[in-house]
């Protein structure tokens, strides 16, 4: 883009910005909620809450599935793709 491109496009610069910073905030949270190691963590508290009664063996399952899927989609590389998707 040209000098005058630039200079035309000079106004939205913020919100140029303010997307760029979404976007990664945006990676990151992804890159955390699909980390092979979070849900491992994620997947002995439960076990312990499934111990101590907390929680139900329906409820145990529900979220172990959700976990299990997160865990796989971790592990196939699928996470942080930006488009705010899971794969």
Request: aromatic share 6%; net charge negative.
């Amino acid at each position: 883009m040209g000098l005058i491109g630039e200079v035309l496009l000079l106004p939205f610069a913020p919100v140029r910005g303010s997307a760029w910073v979404m976007r990664q905030v945006l990676n990151e949270a992804e890159r955390l909620y699909y980390d092979p190691a979070t849900v491992r963590a994620e997947l002995g508290q439960l076990e312990g809450q499934l111990e101590a009664g907390e929680i139900d063996e329906e409820e145990f399952d529900r979220r172990e599935d959700e976990l299990l899927d997160r865990l796989e989609i971790g592990l196939r590389g699928g996470a942080g793709t930006g488009d705010g998707t899971a794969p």
